[in-house]
């Protein structure tokens, strides 16, 4: 399904009915990341993935965008499918964005989960890699990009043991419009230090992370959970930065188990 908002026309999937979750996929991904979620997780509750501007079937303009866009994008969403509350779960940049998200939105919030993802902002040494990664998208294409992103998307377990995986993730990065990889690194690069504003975060939340995930370490997630008033902290064993999908089963019990009580506190 489709839906436009300041010009720009996203693609999202909606399924299932009950409290809904909203999934906001990692960079440079799209929503197809989150199917095993969406599969699993879609009986009990109602589940919403969405092609973050610059990804999947959304459109992809080239312009200096920021992470504030890719929230209010969201909220638009929201908007669209007359949804007060949502619970986000956002992994890697749909991390930065649900943060953003918070930021601006923070009633729409009925809880949020965090994974794979860090509150700082970047280091100087960040920055330039997500500099020297935008100049080999521009000049070499999204086969390049694939392959300095895939070590660090995906754990040592799941490099050596699911090479389908490691196809699907090398597939989806190709399939991205180089704009939308720029427009990305550009808008990453630029987000604000979101430390002082964890313990802002009122709603319930959780912060997952893989065990072998060195591009956001447990380190971050820690910090996360100590600053978030009421923060609960899971890790994944034998997953990397892309935890949902290096350890589905996993993952959807935390995000099920999460949901399920705040669907209790509220009843």
Same mark, same amino acid.
């Given at each position: 399904m489709f839906f436009d908002t300041n010009g720009i026309r996203l693609a999202y999937d909606d399924h299932g009915t009950g409290l809904p979750l909203v999934f906001l996929h990692a960079f440079p991904l799209n929503r197809s990341m989150w199917s095993p979620q969406v599969t699993a997780?879609? /009986?009990?509750?109602?589940?919403? %993935?969405?092609?973050?501007?610059?990804?999947?079937?959304?459109?992809?303009? $080239?312009?200096n965008f920021s992470l504030d866009h890719y929230a209010d994008d969201v909220c638009a969403l929201?908007?669209?499918l007359a949804i007060p509350q949502a619970v986000l779960v956002g992994l890697s940049m749909g991390g930065y964005v649900?943060?953003?998200f918070s930021r601006k939105y923070g009633n729409r919030m009925m809880g949020l989960v965090l994974a794979d993802t860090r509150a700082q902002a970047d280091s100087p040494e960040g920055r330039t890699g997500r500099l020297?990664?935008?100049?080999?998208?521009?000049? /070499?294409?999204?086969?390049?990009? %694939?392959?300095?992103?895939?070590?660090?998307?995906?754990?040592?377990?799941? $490099?050596?043991?699911n090479p389908q995986l490691l196809e699907y993730v090398r597939r989806t990065i190709r399939q991205t419009p180089v704009s939308g990889v720029l427009v990305d690194l550009m808008a990453m690069a630029?987000?604000?230090?979101?430390?002082?504003?964890?313990?802002?975060?009122?709603?319930?939340?959780?912060?997952?992370?893989?065990?072998?995930?060195?591009?956001t370490p447990l380190v971050d997630a820690q910090m996360m959970t100590t600053e978030i008033p009421g923060a609960r902290l899971a890790v994944i064993p034998?997953?990397?930065?892309?935890?949902?999908?290096e350890q589905p089963d996993v993952f959807n019990d935390l995000v099920r188990n999460f949901v399920e009580e705040l669907r209790a506190a509220g009843d």
């Amino acid at each position: 399904m489709f839906f436009d908002t300041n010009g720009i026309r996203l693609a999202y999937d909606d399924h299932g009915t009950g409290l809904p979750l909203v999934f906001l996929h990692a960079f440079p991904l799209n929503r197809s990341m989150w199917s095993p979620q969406v599969t699993a997780l879609s /009986q009990p509750f109602r589940t919403i %993935a969405v092609d973050l501007r610059g990804h999947g079937e959304s459109d992809a303009p $080239l312009w200096n965008f920021s992470l504030d866009h890719y929230a209010d994008d969201v909220c638009a969403l929201l908007d669209h499918l007359a949804i007060p509350q949502a619970v986000l779960v956002g992994l890697s940049m749909g991390g930065y964005v649900s943060l953003a998200f918070s930021r601006k939105y923070g009633n729409r919030m009925m809880g949020l989960v965090l994974a794979d993802t860090r509150a700082q902002a970047d280091s100087p040494e960040g920055r330039t890699g997500r500099l020297n990664l935008a100049q080999t998208a521009y000049r /070499q294409g999204t086969d390049a990009v %694939a392959d300095i992103m895939l070590p660090k998307l995906l754990g040592a377990t799941s $490099l050596r043991q699911n090479p389908q995986l490691l196809e699907y993730v090398r597939r989806t990065i190709r399939q991205t419009p180089v704009s939308g990889v720029l427009v990305d690194l550009m808008a990453m690069a630029d987000r604000p230090d979101s430390v002082a504003h964890l313990r802002a975060i009122t709603c319930p939340t959780l912060v997952v992370v893989g065990q072998e995930d060195y591009t956001t370490p447990l380190v971050d997630a820690q910090m996360m959970t100590t600053e978030i008033p009421g923060a609960r902290l899971a890790v994944i064993p034998a997953a990397g930065h892309l935890s949902n999908l290096e350890q589905p089963d996993v993952f959807n019990d935390l995000v099920r188990n999460f949901v399920e009580e705040l669907r209790a506190a509220g009843d």
